[in-house]
């Protein structure tokens, strides 16, 4: 089964410090891709990043930053420097050869000025 | 560039009453087409999807339904709203092959049943 665990619930950080998000996925398919996902208060959830299960490369792309380890099943996500505009919740999101996406339940992050 | 639309933005409906949430997309055909509900909390629940016209796939046995009547247009209804089916209901959209392009989603509708 597929199946994308989001363990932290809600996160507080200070401004400027860095946090890391974790997701866990799980899935028997052997081609499959990874998303991150960010939902201001606004509602409309807004893409950050792919992965393809073959490329376990890390990826930073400003203050963000991913690691992807098959090894443990999880893509965890990274905000360096946070600042107030980061504060969302967070969706870590699992497909694979069909054509569902599985999200996990998300991860509220408020930072603090 | 593709665009997607979901209305009404906002919408408060008594039991019992219908629902019809329409999402269209813009600038792409044959676009795989969802609809997820969010309820009080923030879990995604994927509830329908649609590889093409007229072909509904139902992830969650509910009061609800969907329709796809045209290419790039995607409909939720209800013949009769439940206090459980408030929440906040987004559409979105991928390329044909799921598994290689990201969703994109609809700015939403805030559904409230009283």
């Known amino acids: 089964a597929q199946k994308v665990t989001q363990a932290q619930t809600e996160i507080s950080v200070v401004e400027k410090e860095d946090v890391t998000l974790d997701c866990v996925y799980e899935?028997?398919?052997?081609?499959?891709?990874l998303f991150w996902y960010k939902q201001p208060p606004s509602g409309e959830l807004v893409f950050l990043i792919r992965?393809?299960?073959?490329?376990?490369q890390n990826e930073i792309s400003g203050r963000y930053s991913w690691n992807f380890q098959k090894s443990t099943s999880s893509f965890n996500f990274t905000i360096t420097a946070s600042q107030v505009v980061d504060s969302a919740v967070y969706f870590c999101?699992?497909?694979?050869?069909?054509?569902?996406?599985?999200f996990g339940t998300g991860t509220s992050l408020t930072v603090i000025p | 560039s593709q665009t997607i639309h979901q209305w009404p933005a906002t919408l408060v409906q008594p039991v019992g009453s219908p629902l019809s949430l329409e999402c269209t997309v813009e600038?792409?055909?044959?676009?795989?087409l969802y609809w997820y509900r969010q309820a009080a909390g923030r879990g995604l629940q994927l509830l329908f999807y649609?590889?093409?016209?007229?072909?509904i796939s139902s992830e969650v046995p509910q009061n609800l339904s969907a329709s796809r009547p045209q290419d790039r247009q995607f409909i939720l209804s209800s013949k009769k709203l439940l206090l459980s089916d408030s929440g906040f209901y987004l559409c979105?959209?991928?390329?044909?092959?799921?598994?290689?392009?990201?969703?994109?989603f609809g700015e939403g509708s805030r559904l409230t049943v009283l």
């Open positions: 600038g792409t055909s044959n676009p795989n």
């Open positions: 899935t028997r398919d052997t081609t499959y891709y």
């Open positions: 979105a959209w991928c390329t044909g092959t799921a598994n290689t392009g990201e969703l994109f």
């Open positions: 649609s590889v093409g016209i007229g072909q």
């Open positions: 999101a699992l497909t694979g050869t069909g054509n569902q996406f599985y």
């Open positions: 992965r393809n299960s073959f490329d376990e």
